[in-house]
């Protein structure tokens, strides 16, 4: 049996919301510019972070790493990893002595959550793997849980961004600014889109297991009372 348009639109909208997702769980440091929240400090000159000194004005925080990027481009990213801490960043004199601290360290509990991204992601790629079954909840069912597990994966971001920026909120006078990245983003969308795509496919399997749903028209005839009694 050919596919509906309704049924053809639901797959489509299901399969960018994987590739979406997908593309958010590769995150930092595999695709440079899927962070979730980055950290711009374009006044400082002398910082230290791990222990380091240099010379970055840019920290990015994905999934799996944080990466650190200086006036020229190039970056330091953090050992891959579930669950990284970030150790924040410290000012230093000319000597190279530590003067005080900037931002606070970032721990590692804030970016643990993030792991629910692949997870949605598998979710939706099964989910979409089904949808060309015919007459079954199990792709609805899927999509519904791919779509919770997205809701969770965003309220981590937000909390992770909020966190950024409480850590960065006391050195604004000096420049710093906390925003959210591309990733943070890509997985709303991913989230609307997955809504969308299971609303969709539950009206087009309705329409697909029940085509002649049987519609009763509405008696014109007023109930009266004396008719009532005449029985």
């Known amino acids: 049996m050919a596919l509906s348009p309704l049924r053809i639109a639901g797959i489509a909208t299901l399969f960018v919301a994987f590739f979406l997702s997908f593309l958010v769980s590769i995150s930092l440091p595999t695709i440079r510019t899927l962070e979730f929240a980055r950290i711009t400090l374009p006044n400082a000159k002398f910082l230290s972070s791990n222990g380091n000194i240099s010379f970055f004005q840019e920290v990015r925080f994905g999934i799996w790493a944080f990466c650190q990027y200086d006036t020229d481009g190039k970056r330091q990213c953090s050992p891959t990893g579930h ?7 410290s000012s230093i004199n000319q000597s190279g002595r530590i003067t005080g601290i900037l931002v606070q360290p970032l ?3 804030w970016t643990r959550g993030l792991a629910i991204h692949p997870v949605a992601t598998a979710f939706a790629f099964i989910a979409f793997c089904l949808v060309f079954t015919k007459r079954t909840l199990l792709p609805l069912l899927f999509t519904a849980l791919a779509a919770v597990l997205t809701l969770l994966a965003f309220a981590v971001d937000i ?3 909020a966190e950024v920026h409480h850590l960065v909120a006391n050195v604004q006078n ?3 600014v906390s925003t959210t990245g591309p ?3 890509l997985t709303f969308v991913s989230l609307i889109l997955l809504i969308v795509a299971g609303v969709t496919n539950l009206i087009s399997h309705r329409n697909e297991a029940y085509p002649e749903y049987p519609s009763y028209p509405m008696s014109s005839a007023k109930p009266s009372w004396l008719g009532f009694l005449k029985k």
């Open 183 to 185: 990733g943070f983003w």
């Open 83 to 89: 669950g990284y801490t970030w150790f924040g960043i």
């Open 174 to 176: 000096q420049g710093a």
């Open 107 to 109: 721990k590692a509990s």
């Open 159 to 161: 909390a992770l961004y």
